[in-house]
């Protein structure tokens, strides 16, 4: 079953132009999901129907805007319903679910969680072509050594489609076997993005892009990847799931674990690269920097991923203290190079379907299992706490 319900407190506002919780619009929506699969998913569409039929138009219209045929897409959509279950059966049924729950065709629903692969080698193809510009997200990890809390840190800027802002939820998901989790995710999409779990583990997600995406579909998909990363039990099992198989598009993973762990791993098609924190800090955009043999395209039509990842570890550093919550949310609102900053904003000379900007900021505390994240950017939304811990 489900409930909603409205997220309960709130970090202090960092900044006077940051309303007060207070005055600010309500958070991103929480639902409670267990019980069987079909269920759970049956659950998140009555939920969310209206919020995922928004958000599937907001896809077809960025296809749209890169030349697919809405029908074509739709078409794919389908194929890929069957390749979700194919290599997650619960993951299927779930979807299966949520297209029930909101009344709505299997296809729609499905393109929704393949939305990754489809997007990413449209933007292997635009990136080639020197085609429409693209917002990346800016990623961090601090180690216990850094942190004022002496616990883990990581988080990240996730910035998208303009039109996604208000259209994203938190799950927090038991299943039966496996550890429970909290996470970011679209409406409509089963295996979320951002997000923790109980057995300690924290992942933040990085788009990259390069000139083998898309080439082979018949691959796990990314959002299947990211629900069993938040279902792993271990560390060991949860980069398991990133580097056992190749993928049908690139993307860069930042782990990180309550016990004191951070480690980032970039997975091209069929490669994979490994950062490590330096002096307890990691950062990362949306660039290859640690894979040698391929060709990092993402600069190409976002070239702002070329200075976001140093600037956030500098900033983060700068004060030579131990990085608290006000420090981390500091950096997060960083404006240089407006609009195209670490915290990003709409681009008014792009068309409506490709402008960008940060749909919402997440830090995750792995030692205290909470997730807090910003509704929009969070120069302008506060920070709302979600505990996995009902």
């Known amino acids: 079953g489900a409930s909603r319900r409205l ?13 007060a919780l207070e005055e600010a619009m309500p958070g991103l929506p929480l639902l409670d999901l267990d019980g069987a699969p079909f269920e759970r998913g049956v659950a998140h569409g009555r939920a969310l129907a209206d919020l995922i039929r928004d958000n599937i138009e907001t896809y077809l219209r960025r296809f749209e805007s890169g030349g697919l045929e809405r029908a074509a897409v739709l078409a794919e959509g389908e194929n890929w319903a069957a390749r979700l279950a194919a290599f997650d059966a619960d993951y299927g049924e779930e979807v299966r679910g949520i297209a029930d729950g909101a009344g709505l065709p299997l296809g729609p629903v499905a393109m929704l969680n393949a939305r990754y692969e489809l997007i990413y080698s449209l933007f292997s193809r635009e990136a080639l072509a020197g085609g429409a510009p693209v917002d990346g997200c800016t990623a961090f990890g601090a180690l216990p050594e850094r942190t004022l809390s002496g616990g883990t840190l990581i988080g ?8 996604l802002r208000g259209h994203l939820a938190v799950l927090r998901l038991r299943a039966a076997g496996k550890p429970a989790f909290l996470c970011i995710t679209q409406a409509g999409i089963a295996g979320g993005m951002i997000g923790l779990n ?22 796990k998909p990314l959002h299947v990847r990211v629900r069993q990363i938040l279902q792993s039990p271990t560390l060991h099992d949860a980069i398991k799931v990133i580097v056992e198989s190749d993928r049908v598009c690139s993307a860069n993973f930042l782990l990180g674990h309550a016990d004191g762990e951070v480690i980032d791993i970039e997975a091209a098609p069929t490669k994979t690269g490994t950062l490590y924190p330096d002096d307890g800090l990691l950062t990362h955009a949306n660039h290859f920097v640690a894979t040698p043999g391929v060709t990092s395209t993402m600069e190409r039509i976002s070239p702002s991923t070329l200075y976001r990842a140093p600037r956030l570890a500098r900033l983060l550093r700068r004060h030579d203290t131990a990085i608290d919550m006000q420090i981390v949310q500091n950096a997060l609102t960083d ?37 807090y994240a910003t509704d929009g950017p969070p120069c302008e939304s506060p920070y709302q706490a979600y505990h996995l811990a009902a």
């Open 335 to 371: 404006h240089f190079s407006h609009p195209r900053s670490i915290c990003a904003h709409p681009d008014p000379s792009l068309p409506e379907a490709e402008q960008s900007m940060t749909v919402t900021s997440v830090v995750l505390a792995l030692s205290e299992q909470t997730l």
């Open 156 to 163: 990240q800027n996730w910035d998208w489609l303009k039109t």
């Open 7 to 19: 997220p309960g407190g709130a970090i202090a506002p960092i900044m006077t132009a940051v309303p």
């Open 198 to 219: 109980e057995a300690g583990i924290g992942l933040c997600l990085n788009g990259l892009t390069t000139d083998e995406d898309g080439q082979n579909t018949a691959l």
